[in-house]
């Protein structure tokens, strides 16, 4: 089976501009979460995802949004990119919402900000 | 609220040597608790998991964990160590109750293993 998938792995963008990353989740799967992992900051929960509803949030500006649509695939938007967006984004997937539910990641897809 | 507390950023061992790397935790709940690991440039992948069944968790490549609620403590060990087993790794808590599923990671712990 498939593990989950992200896209683009890398990317390059200058401050203003706005990006989109994709998450394919492993097939079956219902749930995407979304973190950043950054040098300072360590891995911080963005939001998740479930039968195409926001569940839950963390505490980032409304820069960052997201979706999941029919088919748990997900995106994340980040608009107005800062400087400090340079980090790594994990997507994970899993098969439901309960808390004993393993998450599995995708490899990330690598954000500079320039 | 909960707070994840992973004692060492970093740790070096010889080949061949046991593992000990350390995780407290604070949980408002009954938590799940997981350990993952990260190689360079590479998304996370689970080692283990802890989920109010038995308190020894085994796990992938001869990882174990012990829950000690009374210590709320979930510490990783490994007996010997491997050159491959060189990587950041991370203790997560999530809480089992309440609508707030999300994962708290620590701060990581990165694992040099010498030969």
Redesign the interface.
């Known amino acids: 089976k498939a593990g989950?998938t992200q896209t683009p792995r890398y990317l390059i963008k200058t401050r203003g501009q706005q990006v989109t990353l994709s998450c394919s989740p492993i097939s079956g799967h219902r749930s995407v979460?979304w973190?950043q992992q950054t040098p300072g900051q360590?891995?911080?929960?963005l939001f998740?995802y479930f039968s195409e509803t926001q569940?839950?949030k963390?505490n980032f500006p409304g820069r960052f949004s997201g979706r999941q649509f029919s088919n748990s695939r997900s995106e994340m938007n980040v608009s107005t990119l800062e400087l400090g967006d340079s980090a790594l984004y994990?997507c994970?997937s899993s098969l439901a919402?309960?808390?004993?539910d393993?998450?599995?990641?995708?490899?990330?897809t690598r954000l500079t900000v320039l | 609220a909960q707070s994840v507390t992973q004692l060492d950023s970093h740790v070096s061992v010889s080949e061949g040597t046991p593992v000990l790397l350390r995780c407290n935790y604070s949980s408002s709940y009954s938590p799940s608790l997981f350990w993952y690991v990260q190689h360079p440039n590479k998304g996370l992948q689970l080692l283990l998991k802890y989920t109010s069944a038995a308190t020894l968790v085994k796990g992938i490549n001869g990882f174990e964990a012990e829950f000690k609620k009374s210590e709320t403590s979930f510490h990783l060990t490994k007996p010997s160590a491997h050159m491959s087993d060189a990587a950041e790794y991370f203790c997560v808590v999530n809480p089992s109750s309440g609508s707030a599923r999300q994962l708290t990671f620590g701060s990581g712990t990165q694992l040099t293993v010498l030969p």
């Open positions: 989950v979460s973190y360590g891995l911080q929960f998740e569940r839950n963390g994990l994970a919402l309960t808390s004993t393993t998450q599995y990641f995708g490899p990330g």
